[in-house]
T-cell receptor
């Protein structure tokens, strides 16, 4: 069975601090895809990144970066120099090819960035 | 502007009444999905559809029904059989269901309150 664990329920930081959101996944399939979504207070989930299991390159997009490590089954998300607009709930999700092929979400991490 | 629309944003119903939530997309996506989100929880899949006139149960389909008569539309009916219908409902779509290769895009959600 597939499972995604986001152990940090809530994180609070002060603006300009760096913050890392943890994501640990479980799957027996060798082909899978990992995602991060942002859910601002408005409620709509916003897609941030997709990573497949064969691509362990880290990715950077502006202030966002992602660290994918198959050895530890982790796909962590770092926000550099956080801003108030980064305040949201962030979800990590997993889908496997050959398994259930359903997107499995973690329970989310609520990030609050204080001015 | 391409996207997914859900209406209404807020919906109130009396217990025992069926209610239908609307979801429309103009992204020309083949696959559509319905998720339920409860406070502090991740998203749980209710139903999904890969093509017109076909749909599959997700993890929590009991008490819900759907139809997919048009590619653009995937309405969800919350029936009186659903024991705890009060929740935030999110609709999503993706380019191609196969293997979950493509990311899902989400609508703004409908917050349903049943009293």
């Amino acid at each position: 069975a597939q499972k995604v664990t986001q152990a940090q329920t809530e994180i609070s930081v002060v603006e300009k601090e760096d913050v890392t959101l943890d994501c640990v996944y479980e799957t027996r399939d060798t082909t899978y895809y990992l995602f991060w979504y942002k859910q601002p207070p408005s409620g709509e989930l916003v897609f941030l990144i997709r990573r497949n299991s064969f691509d362990e390159q880290n990715e950077i997009s502006g202030r966002y970066s992602w660290n994918f490590q198959k050895s530890t089954s982790s796909f962590n998300f770092t926000i550099t120099a956080s801003q108030v607009v980064d305040s949201a709930v962030y979800f990590c999700a997993l889908i496997t090819q050959g398994g259930s092929e359903k997107l499995v979400f973690g329970k989310g991490t609520k990030l609050t960035v204080n001015p | 502007d391409g996207g997914i629309t859900q209406s209404p944003k807020y919906l109130f119903r009396k217990e025992g009444q069926n209610v239908t939530l609307s979801c429309e997309q103009n992204l020309n996506h083949d696959a559509m999905y319905w998720y339920r989100q409860d406070p502090g929880q991740g998203l749980r899949l209710i139903y999904y559809s890969q093509i017109v006139n076909d749909f599959q149960k997700g993890d929590i389909a009991e008490g819900y029904s759907v139809s997919r008569e048009k590619k653009e539309s995937f309405p969800l009916t919350v029936t009186s059989a659903q024991k705890n219908p009060t929740a935030f409902y999110l609709c999503a779509s993706s380019t191609d269901y196969v293997g979950g290769i493509y990311e899902q895009y989400f609508g703004p959600g409908t917050r349903l309150t049943v009293t």
